[in-house]
Nanobody
């Protein structure tokens, strides 16, 4: 069992940066691939980024490539999403997720956090 708690969201202006954190409980964190997804009202949950359990493989959706960076600190049971050059279209609730496989779809993840709101004003 893994419990995930996101933090770091907030209200920023376009061009600003934010770093989201996702703290995981459970001794098996190191064996899970981790992902970040986001969702806006009325839309499906959208894949943002994923990182393999060893941290040696990452993948991003096209709209965030070059701006967002996913990383993990296995010693701290934490995964991060550094978001630079934020745009109003990045506004969403951001969720972290843990799964046994490296995946870009939400069905590939078993455990989810409660989400953290990111709002980017123009």
């Amino acid at each position: 069992q893994v419990q995930l708690v996101e933090s770091g969201g907030g209200l920023v202006q376009a061009g600003d940066s934010l770093r989201l954190s996702c703290a995981a409980s459970g001794r098996t964190f190191i064996s899970y691939a981790m992902g970040w997804f986001r969702q806006t009202p009325g839309k499906e949950r959208e894949f943002v980024a994923a990182i393999s359990w060893r941290g040696d493989n990452t993948y991003y959706t096209d709209s965030v490539k070059g701006r967002f960076t996913i990383s993990r600190g296995n010693a701290k049971n934490t995964v991060y999403l550094q978001m630079n050059s934020l745009k109003p279209e990045d506004t969403a609730v951001y969720y972290c997720a843990a799964g046994v496989t490296f995946s870009t779809i939400h069905q590939g993840y078993t455990y989810w956090g409660q989400g953290t709101q990111v709002t980017v004003s123009s």
